[in-house]
């Protein structure tokens, strides 16, 4: 079944190839389109395009799909072009005829664009609330681990001291960056499209500020035109936020694998949460975070892949953002997925005490030495000339402690600081 038939019959393998994967995609949206034809039927009958007894056997109808949806038993089988043309169907199979008058003043273009917008917008405030919950999780190891000295790098090389509480609420604050790139994202999905039908509205008398109410959009898209421009930008916008926060992820996850290694073994991960080789007996492998890394860093194309099926497209509804769904349904379930374990995981981390006395350590200490002559007058340069000095003769004496005051450093991480700006950002949306 098409919502277009005509009556004339299309080309098999010109179907098949139109029709793609849509119907297995459809499956994440049913939940939405039944709401946006629910907010449909509703308006109908409000502004009498549809009887009161069409509306209410219509929405009864409704309630009964959501909960085949709930339950999922519902399903959309080859003979349906897409989730539109199944749910069409089985309301004609209900109530029938008013099932016939659901897709008045509507069209499958802000269908889809409906769906989208109600699905983006639950799906980024589950993530935002993943966010949420891993960086509270690595605000707590920041809080236990805060004295734990750790070794700082640059370009690969020793460089200065760092702390396990500096490493974990460096993630954490990350972290608050990618929310407020969600809040974007939320802000310019929450705008309903309903009503734009094919992109240039409708001449029947319906009320859009109706169904904006109704499906629980902060605002309306105003302009029909600019509601089917929504179409690739809403979903683009969402990923720049997911590839954001997997940047974020993938970054961590280097860092687990990195540090978890024998060469540099600063934490380690039960084994439990390990796997294993099939021919090396000793292998504990951190499978977890590579898998992670190289997930986040497949949805950190996103951007670009949805961006190249878009930007060249002129106004108005193009087939071509049926592709969409491809990028953006999977790479919402791999962010999820990605959060999801990191928390998992990152709970039960162990970190090393005592690593910093392992003698290739001393000169991280060799700013603190410097610092220390420029606080009894010596000139910096000078003061850096002599320590460096030092280091090649092999003199150098490490002082082996720190004692930095300013903001954000070692001494002074400003967790509290940290925690009121993840409080200021998150309800900015």
């Not at 549809?50 to 709930?70: C, G, P, R, T, W």
């Amino acid at each position: 079944m098409k919502l277009w038939e005509k009556g004339i019959s299309t080309d098999k393998r010109i179907e098949l190839f139109t029709v793609g994967n849509d119907r297995e995609l459809d499956v994440v949206l049913a939940k939405y389109d039944v709401l946006g034809s629910l907010a449909q039927a509703k308006m109908l009958g409000k502004v009498g395009l549809i009887s009161e007894k069409e509306k209410q056997d219509l929405v009864n109808a409704l309630h009964e799909i959501l909960k085949d949806i709930d339950n999922k038993t519902f399903q959309i089988e080859d003979k349906f072009e897409d989730v539109h043309s199944k749910i069409e169907f089985l309301l004609t199979e209900k109530v029938g005829e008013a099932g016939k008058k659901i897709h008045t003043a509507r069209s499958r273009n802000d269908q889809i664009l409906v769906d989208m917008h109600l699905f983006l917008k639950d799906e980024l405030q589950i993530i935002k609330n993943q966010t949420r919950a891993l960086f509270d999780l690595l605000m707590d190891l920041a809080e236990k681990n805060k004295n734990v000295l750790l070794p700082g790098y640059t370009h690969f090389q020793i460089a200065m001291p760092s702390s396990f509480g500096m490493w974990f609420s460096a993630y954490a604050e990350s972290l608050i960056d990618d929310i407020i790139l969600i809040n974007a994202a939320l802000r310019i999905i929450d705008q309903n499209p309903l009503g734009s039908a094919a992109g240039y509205g409708s001449s029947f008398p319906i009320d859009r500020t109706f169904t904006t109410k109704e499906l629980g959009f902060n605002t309306l898209k105003f302009n029909s035109v600019a509601a089917q421009m929504s179409r690739g930008k809403s979903e683009k916008t969402t990923a720049y936020a997911l590839s954001s926060l997997a940047g974020t992820l993938s970054k961590l996850a280097m860092d687990v694998t990195l540090y978890s290694s024998q060469n540099y073994n600063f934490l380690s991960l039960p084994s439990r949460l390990t796997t294993g080789s099939s021919i090396m007996p000793h292998k504990k492998n951190p499978d977890v975070f590579e898998l992670i890394r190289g997930k986040c860093n497949k949805i950190q194309s996103l951007p670009y892949e949805l961006t190249l099926i878009t930007n060249n497209l002129p106004s108005g509804y193009h087939r071509d953002l049926q592709l969409l769904k491809e990028g953006i349904i999977p790479g919402i379930q791999n962010i999820k997925a990605c959060l999801d374990m990191a928390h998992y995981s990152l709970q039960d981390i162990q970190v090393k005490d005592n690593i910093l006395d392992d003698p290739k350590y001393d000169y991280l200490f060799t700013v603190e030495g410097l610092n220390e002559l420029v606080s009894q007058g010596i000139p910096f340069r000078d003061a850096y000339k002599l320590i460096a000095q030092q280091v090649e003769e092999g003199t150098f004496q490490s002082c082996k402690k720190t004692s930095h005051t300013h903001e954000g450093s070692i001494n002074n991480l400003c967790l509290e600081e940290i925690k009121m700006k993840m409080e200021s950002n998150w309800n900015t949306y």
